[in-house]
């Protein structure tokens, strides 16, 4: 074998493992990144879900002690009635955010969960769900039946 031969098969052999060396270490970025990328949208979900609930868990309290009628027609009622409805959606996009987009860890929904079947055991609560839910809507929360976010 000749000696250009010999050069040639060795500088293609050492392009070949170059090559390989940078796929790894571009995958490696790659996938470290992602992980980065994830648990910071994450962080910010959870930030932002976190915020929103603590400013309507006073409202979700005084429905539960004072036992208001959510389905009443007197103005306190349809304010507190609005914050009920706000949670909800709260609750539907902590839901979408886990079902169907996964961005949010199953431990994190799990306590979540468990929240949102506390509040719903409020009677006033139970019955403005049961309200909103009637002919399909549900659906204006991402759920397949209307019995997914508290598994009744």
Not at 37 to 58: C, G, I, P, V
Not at 118 to 146: Q, R, T
């Amino acid at each position: 074998m000749s000696d250009t031969l010999k050069i040639t098969i060795t500088l293609s052999i050492t392009s070949i493992l170059l090559s390989l060396i940078g796929i790894c270490i571009t995958k490696y970025y790659l996938k470290h990144s992602k992980k980065i990328s994830d648990d910071q949208m994450l962080k910010q979900l959870f930030t932002e879900f976190n915020q929103r609930y603590n400013e309507l868990n006073d409202y979700l309290l005084e429905i539960e002690l004072d036992k208001i009628n959510l389905l009443d027609d007197n103005d306190k009622s349809k304010a507190f009635r609005k914050k009920a409805i706000d949670y909800f959606n709260l609750c539907a996009e902590e839901y979408f955010w886990h079902k169907h987009k996964e961005r949010i860890d199953p431990v994190i929904w799990k306590s979540w969960q468990e929240g949102i079947r506390y509040w719903f055991d409020v009677p006033a609560i139970k019955s403005l769900w049961k309200e909103e839910i009637k002919n399909n809507g549900y659906l204006s929360y991402y759920l397949n039946d209307e019995d997914e976010f508290f598994n009744i």
